[in-house]
T-cell receptor
């Protein structure tokens, strides 16, 4: 059965800190791994990763995938209160039919 | 604007009273799905549809029905809602024909069954 595990489940930091969120997975016929940010509404897309070792970067956020060890990390540098959200990791496998989501990491950034 | 539209956004209902949550997408996506999100459990898939008239169960289908009569619409039906179906529901669509694709989400429907 396809599975996605995220850690930590919850994290509290202060503005300016750097955080690393983890996502490990087991999936049949891996296609891609996606990161989403969810505030009080629908998840919004951050990154899609398909190849190992290639960092994706957007401002203070970056992510990388290790297909050999079956995990990905999402880094946020110089955190701001606006980064407070639930970060969801999802994998697309099984010939592109279904997304499997992890439980999410709830990040709280304190001023 | 490409979007997935769910209605209603909020709904409070009583046990046993049939309800339908609508979902519509304007991106001509073949693949649509419904998720429920509960604290600590993340997004769990209820049903999905690969195309018109093709639907299948996800991880938590009990107590739900869906239909896909048109490509753009994928309503979620609760024939006899129960309090354990109180949750936040998301509809999503994507294009599985592409090598890699992201899921586009609706704004969510917060359902309370009393």
């Amino acid at each position: 059965e396809d599975k996605v595990v995220q850690s930590p489940l919850s994290l509290v930091v202060h503005e300016g800190d750097t955080v690393t969120l983890n996502c490990s997975y087991e999936v049949t016929n891996f296609r891609s791994l996606l990161w989403y940010k969810q505030e009080k509404k629908a998840p919004t897309f951050l990154f899609m990763l398909t190849s190992s070792g290639i960092e994706k970067k957007s401002g203070r956020l970056s992510s990388i995938l290790d297909k050999k060890e079956l995990f990905s990390i999402l880094n946020i540098t110089a955190t701001q209160t606006g980064d407070s959200a639930v970060y969801l990791c999802a994998v697309l496998g099984d010939y592109g039919q279904n997304f499997v989501f992890g439980p999410g990491t709830r990040l709280s950034v304190l001023p | 604007e490409a979007q997935v539209t769910q209605n209603p956004r909020y709904l409070i209902t009583v046990t046993g009273k049939k309800l339908t949550v609508t979902c519509s997408q304007n991106m001509n996506h073949e693949y649509m799905s419904w998720y429920r999100q509960d604290p600590g459990l993340g997004l769990r898939q209820i049903y999905y549809s690969m195309n018109v008239e093709v639907t299948d169960k996800g991880d938590v289908p009990e107590g739900y029905k869906v239909s896909r009569k048109e490509k753009r619409n994928f309503p979620l039906i609760l024939e006899s809602p129960s309090p354990n179906q109180t949750s936040l529901y998301f509809c999503a669509s994507s294009h599985p024909g592409l090598m890699n694709t992201e899921a586009f989400f609706g704004q969510g429907t917060r359902l309370t069954v009393v």
